[in-house]
């Protein structure tokens, strides 16, 4: 009978339910366990990597069920944001995308103009998701849910109170900084409310003026070109431009006077009459959203400009302006300032256009004045001359300048070196001697003192929003921003952070480095849905700054939004201060909320109980905005005590080795894979997947493999249970060889003892995989790796295994894949006739008694004899009819074991002293012309030992003579075994001398 998933699972999600058995109340008498995760996106079912972040946690909650701990595990949806916004706008559009995802998702075509309603899709979705992590088998406290925004008056009584106290602690500030920005949505795009370029952040270019000989008219002209490195001004040999864009004619002057009260930002804009510009289109559009009035007022190709000269800033010298075809229109000003000697883009470009004639006599340009162009040296650093982007590109060989993959990691490691080990040259005049990561501020601070350049910003990669618009940089004035460019905060948060436990530990520095990375944050905006920030309405609290702190809130939610304890229009600061803070006398209080001191006090009761939090699951992305988040955010609010303690990170799920991605056809909802493999078969490959910050793959022939293994163990308990006479019988088919009830040994044996002390091993190291959240680990310890050794036990006990071994492998193995395969567990639970449920039963720690290294090693030992006679039957190439093994000798285990004492571990006795000490023994003094020779293997032993110890020595006789029967039956011959000298030992080849204590000699017949 195969694995029924869907009637199984159903039956005990079902018994979950109805018994409340993953409700969490507090219990002082017992060590509590609170974990969280990032609440999911409600704008869509979950697919499979929120599957595999979900289930680590949940994996991680039942094993510390099962360790005894008091363990609450909530759930929550998140609604905040633009996402749902915008993909309602596009469903009111008709967007064609937007319409196929609804129907991908399972949406009916009827239903889908329901979701132009932003409000539809909090009340659809939730629910959605809520079935789907049901019947992933989620041992999740639902009573204490809760949905996000203003349609949640509790929800958002509680955001109020949180940024209310921030704004009072001067967290929250009114400023004016660069911001990615949507055009069209005109609003702030967070990391939740973008379609592509999550983490993508405002980058600072330094826009340097190129004068142009000839103005247009009255107004000054000049050339733009934005630049990473103005420490390179001083290597400018020319201007690039693309013949083919055509560029504008900018009138540009500051919206800003500089005796305003500003930003330091933009105190960089000069207060002068306006200025020509000669840009990009598409730059003069950015110019105008970061402190610019930017008119165009006519075009220029970039062909009309070549051969012109400009006066270089920075340096004050005539370049020429020639043709590249690296110009982006789309990226900086479209016009790119040439460094040769520091910029292999700029080298190759040089190099193409000195050895293209045709090229420079299509353009009217003098070659010989090209030709006479020279690289510059401007930078000393490690590994390199004085050119260095010349010498990489030749190391490299770089084509020419469409060579891109070469070129970018040329650019890479050039700039790589020369920012960290640079040292400017004296071609940079005052700045000679200066390290570059120095000399680029102090250059940038000259030229914008002197007005020879100003700044802009870009997005550090390409940003789409979630309405599909491409995002810029502004520079936005009155926006409210969290401050995390405070210096004290980011010191707290450093301190916090030390004292947490991160897994996988790599992850302590990349926290540390987004802390110090950290700019003021935007934290508000005009569009979506959300809670209004409390003191100007104006503004809505941003999706990535609302849900920091929200964990606290899990601990109330079921008395505010279940039982309505208090009603949300009474809900105000007062509360949450009391509640969370412990501010306020609760009789005073009650009065105001219309409820009991007492239930104002249980509330209370229950935030201390559980807070903080112990550990937050979420996948690596997170780490450079919401997880560093939520310890600022945490910091600010509460006391020290009550600051987050753990972060577990994973990376994102790979399918069969690739991204999953819609357009490769590897992209899997939960619901799909739950539909065709089940819960226990989807968690148990999702966590085999992968540990750690890595991503982790998803391989479907693992995946549809995992049925089979649960039929096996599930039909093995209950064919072991028929046999144990314990249990009602029931169809299946497993891969374990059924046990023969006739047959069963009931005296333990060495390979019994060796089996539990197997067992125990597994069990411990699987303790340790899952306290340090390495998932793969432990199921591969506690099912792959325990099933082979059970395997192994069945071959030794020719599957008649000692009665209470089989039964406590039965319940050991079932208590491990609980947390793994938990419908699967409760079943067997059930058919082994145990009480309760394997949920709640205790993790197997009683095992560490089992353990037995003398069993161990006769195990080891045995199967290096089967390996050796395997070796010598290879070697002979014929099959024997008997074979004899002999052990060895007296006088050779006495000289070993004289060996053994004396070697401490520290240092090798000599073999002088191993020997007088063996001579010294009546039956090593006969063999007085062997023992030198052995000594000598021996101390060459010990010195080639990890632990300068010799191996303990076994009762091989004994163990042999037990296995002989196995041993029979593997090999299917005539056995014999002899010790060495032994009177009864028969040894017509003399084989017996080249027994050794731990190798026995070996003669075939």
Not at 349 to 359: C, K
Not at 518 to 528: I, S, Y
Not at 715 to 739: V, Y
Request: charge should be negative; hydrophobic fraction near 35%; glycine fraction near 6%.
């Amino acid at each position: 009978m195969v694995y029924d998933h869907a009637s199984i699972e159903g039956k005990w999600q079902a018994i979950w339910e109805e018994r409340g058995t993953y409700h969490s109340e507090p219990d002082p008498g017992r060590p509590k366990f609170f974990l969280n995760m990032p609440y999911p996106y409600s704008n869509g079912v979950p697919h499979l990597g929120h599957a595999f972040t979900y289930t680590s946690g949940e994996v991680l909650c039942r094993y510390k069920r099962m360790q005894g701990f008091n363990v609450l595990f909530p759930y929550a949806f998140h609604c905040t944001g633009t996402p749902i916004v915008a993909a309602a706008d596009r469903i009111k559009e008709g967007e064609p995308g937007q319409t196929k995802i609804m129907g991908d998702m399972g949406i009916p075509e009827s239903d889908i103009p329901k979701f132009a309603d932003a409000e539809h899709w909090t009340r659809h979705f939730p629910g959605e998701i809520e079935k789907d992590m049901r019947r992933l088998g989620v041992s999740v406290d639902w009573r204490r849910k809760f949905i996000t925004t203003s349609l949640n008056p509790y929800y958002d009584a509680f955001i109020r109170w949180q940024f209310t106290k921030l704004h009072e602690l001067g967290f929250v500030r009114l400023g004016e900084h660069p911001i990615i920005w949507c055009p069209k949505c005109n609003s702030p795009v967070g990391d939740h409310a973008r379609h592509t370029g999550e983490g993508e952040t405002p980058q600072e270019f330094t826009l340097l003026k190129f004068k142009l000989e000839e103005t247009d008219g009255q107004l000054p002209t000049y050339m733009l070109a934005a630049t990473l490195r103005p420490e390179t001004v001083y290597g400018q040999t020319n201007l690039w431009v693309d013949p083919k864009i055509e560029y504008v004619k900018a009138r540009a002057s500051p919206e800003k006077s500089n005796d305003c009260e500003c930003d330091d930002l933009v105190s960089d804009v000069p207060t002068s009459k306006e200025e020509l510009w000669i840009v990009s289109r598409e730059c003069a559009q950015k110019l105008s959203g970061q402190g610019w009035n930017v008119q165009v007022s006519g075009t220029i190709t970039g062909k009309d400009l070549l051969g012109k000269l400009v006066m270089a800033p920075g340096i004050q010298r005539k370049i020429p302006i020639l043709p590249s075809q690296f110009c982006n229109p789309s990226k900086g000003t479209g016009i790119v300032t040439s460094v040769p000697s520091d910029a292999p883009d700029d080298w190759m470009g040089l190099h193409d256009l000195q050895n293209d004639p045709d090229m420079a006599k299509q353009y009217g340009l003098d070659l010989e004045m090209i030709k006479a162009i020279d690289p510059i040296a401007i930078i000393s650093s490690e590994g390199w001359g004085g050119l260095p982007a010349v010498e990489i590109c030749k190391k490299l060989g770089v084509q020419d300048q469409n060579d891109r993959v070469k070129l970018d990691a040329a650019k890479k490691e050039i700039y790589k070196t020369g920012f960290y080990t640079g040292v400017m040259t004296e071609n940079a005049e005052e700045f000679n001697g200066q390290k570059v990561e120095f000399a680029k501020e102090a250059i940038k601070e000259k030229m914008l003192k002197e007005g020879n350049a100003h700044l802009m910003w870009e997005p550090t990669g390409a940003v789409v929003c979630r309405c599909l618009t491409p995002s810029v940089v502004q520079l936005v004035s009155n926006q409210w921003f969290m401050a995390y460019d405070e210096s004290d905060w980011k010191e707290k948060v450093h301190g916090a952070i030390a004292d947490m436990e991160l897994f996988p530990a790599s992850t302590r520095k990349q926290f540390d480095y987004v802390v110090d990375w950290l700019h003021d944050w935007p934290c508000t905006r005009e569009h979506g849905l959300g809670t209004r920030l409390p003191w100007d309405d104006k503004w809505m609290i941003e999706s990535l700054s609302d849900s920091t702190v929200y964990m606290a809130y899990y601990t109330i939610s079921r008395q505010l939004e279940q039982e309505h304890i208090i009603e949300a229009s009474l809900l105000d600061t007062d509360f949450f201060d009391y509640v969370f803070l412990g501010n306020g006398i609760p009789s005073e209080l009650a009065l105001r909320y219309e409820c009991t001191s007492n239930q104002l006090e249980q509330m209370r009761a229950e935030f201390t109980y559980w807070y903080p939090f112990d550990m937050r699951r979420s996948g690596k992305d997170l780490i450079q905005n919401h997880l560093t988040f939520t310890v600022f955010h945490h910091t600010a609010l509460f006391p020290k005590k009550l600051w987050p303690k753990g972060f577990g990170v994973n990376g994102w799920v790979l399918v069969d080795g690739e991204k999953m991605s819609k357009s490769k056809g590897n992209f899997m909802t939960l619901r799909q894979v739950l539909d065709k493999l089940g819960a226990d078969v989807t968690r148990l490959s999702l966590m085999y997947g992968g540990d750690g910050i890595d991503d982790p793959n998803w391989d479907t022939e693992l995946a549809d493999s995992f049925g089979k293994r649960l039929d096996s163990w599930l039909n093995f308990a209950r064919s072991s249970m028929e046999t144990l006479g314990t249990s009602d019988s029931s169809d299946a088919q497993t891969t374990n060889e059924p046990i023969d009830a006739t047959k069963i040994q009931t005296n333990k044996a060495s390979i019994d003892r060796w089996f539990l002390s197997r067992m125990a091993d597994l069990v411990d190291r699987t303790t340790q995989a899952f306290e340090s959240m390495s998932f793969r680990n432990a199921l591969k310890l506690c099912y792959f790796d325990l099933q082979k050794e059970f395997k192994w036990y069945q071959r030794r006990t020719a599957n008649k295994p000692n009665l209470d071994v089989l039964a406590t492998f039965l319940e050991v193995q079932t208590k491990l894949l609980a947390p793994f395969a938990p419908h699967l567990a409760e079943e067997v639970w059930e058919i082994l006739g145990k009480p309760g449920l394997a949920s709640n039963a205790s993790w197997p720690n009683e095992l560490d008694g089992l353990r037995d290294e003398v069993a161990e090693n006769g195990e080891d030992y045995l199967r290096s004899v089967m390996d050796d006679i395997n070796e010598i039957r290879r070697i002979v190439g014929t099959e024997p009819t008997k074979i004899t093994l002999y052990t060895a000798p007296e006088w050779k285990l006495k000289v070993y074991a004289i060996a053994s004492s004396l070697a401490n571990g520290d240092s090798i006795p000599d073999m002088g002293t191993i020997i007088k000490q063996a001579m010294a023994e009546p039956d090593v003094k006969n063999y007085s012309k062997h023992v030198p020779n052995y000594v000598k293997k021996l101390v060459n032993a010990l010195r080639t030992s990890a632990g300068k110890q010799l191996p303990q020595l076994l009762d091989e006789k004994a163990m042999l003579d037990e296995a002989i029967d196995f041993l029979r039956s593997q090999f299917n011959v005539e056995m014999g075994v002899f010790q060495a000298g032994h009177a009864d030992s028969v040894d017509p080849a003399g084989k017996s001398k080249a027994a050794i204590p731990g190798r026995p000699a070996i003669y075939l017949e």
